[in-house]
């Protein structure tokens, strides 16, 4: 167990809604990264907040977004969802802002009809 | 190239070493690391190097970095079935790791009995 919570588990929605993912990073952990996973492209880095605030920025969508709470989880959220966005999206989180090692959650699986 | 590279399959005997190799890119990468993932499991980080480290122990695993080539193995030795599963390795890029991990696109690790 990495001690990084991702809610849900499994997300089944259709072609242009939105959805709301969940983390809650390790006790003590300042930064949460966003990850997706899937066949094509691998796993890419999205995007990552550090005690709040957003610290840097990988292959996002401008369709995605995300934000980091005072209690320090973070939510994904994906909008106008294509049949592309299924994937599997992990979140992980490190002690501080960046070069340390990242504890990943279990992922929650997207699937879009 | 700007990809980390992994070869996608690697098959040994129950009871042989296990090496997973994988060439990374970013020359000013302060930390690599080795993550194992599941069938339907999230990624455990398993080890990881500092880059002023040629080398890495931790009971069964072994790691071995190669600054010169930028070059990175995975030792795993007396390979198990538990070991069976895909196998990432992922460099820490940019300044203080702000742009998050960038990933191989895997090592699926098979067990022959």
């Not at chain 1, 994937?87 to 960046?98: D, P, R, T, V």
């Not at chain 2, 538990?82 to 895997?106: N, V």
Request: aromatic share 10%; glycine share 8%; hydrophobic share 30%.
């Amino acid at each position: 167990d990495s001690g990084v919570t991702q809610t849900p588990k499994h997300l089944i929605t259709a072609t242009g809604q939105r959805v709301t993912l969940r983390c809650s990073p390790r006790s003590g952990d300042l930064s949460v990264y966003w990850y997706q996973q899937s066949l094509d492209q691998g796993l890419q880095f999205l995007i990552q907040y550090y005690n709040g605030e957003e610290r840097a920025k990988g292959n996002i969508l401008e369709r995605f977004s995300a934000q980091q709470f005072p209690d320090l989880h973070s939510e994904l959220n994906l909008s106008s969802l294509e049949l592309g966005d299924s994937a599997l999206y992990f979140c992980a989180s490190s002690q501080f802002e960046g070069n340390e090692p990242q504890h990943f959650g279990d992922g929650t699986r997207l699937s879009i009809l | 190239g700007e990809d980390v590279e992994q070869s996608l399959f690697l098959s040994v005997r129950e009871g042989d070493s296990s090496v997973i190799n994988c060439t990374y890119t970013d020359s000013s990468s302060t930390y690599l690391y080795w993550y194992k993932q599941e069938p339907g499991a999230g990624l455990q980080l398993l080890t990881y190097i500092f880059s002023n480290m040629d080398m890495k122990q931790d009971q069964r695993l072994t790691v071995l970095l190669n600054k010169k080539d930028k070059h990175l193995s995975l030792r795993i030795a007396d390979t198990q079935t538990g070991d069976s599963a895909i196998y990432f390795c992922a460099e820490s890029r940019g300044r203080r790791g702000a742009d998050g991990l960038t990933f191989g696109k895997g090592t699926h690790l098979i067990i022959q009995p």
